[in-house]
């Protein structure tokens, strides 16, 4: 198996999601990798608490705006 870089990663669905860089990146992306958040939270073997600060961080991330970034 080949070595996975820090900057990437594989979903369940073998796709290569590229971490973002730093918040900013992630504000711009955020609605590409708003769904393999929210996957998570659906995967089986996490605890109500765990599935819940997952949408909570969900929940945030939708809040959050280009001002809240600069």
Known sequence: ???Q???ENR?????VVQ???DLA???VR???LRCH?????????LCATERELINWMV???DRVGRRDID
Do not use: F, R, V
């Open 11 to 15: 979903n369940t669905a073998n796709e």
């Open 37 to 45: 958040i929210a996957a998570i939270a659906e995967k089986p073997g």
């Open 30 to 32: 955020w609605p590409q």
């Open 25 to 27: 990146d992630l504000h």
């Open 5 to 7: 870089s820090l900057s």
């Open 59 to 61: 929940k945030l991330g």
């Open 19 to 21: 971490l973002p860089a």
């Open 1 to 3: 198996m080949a070595k």
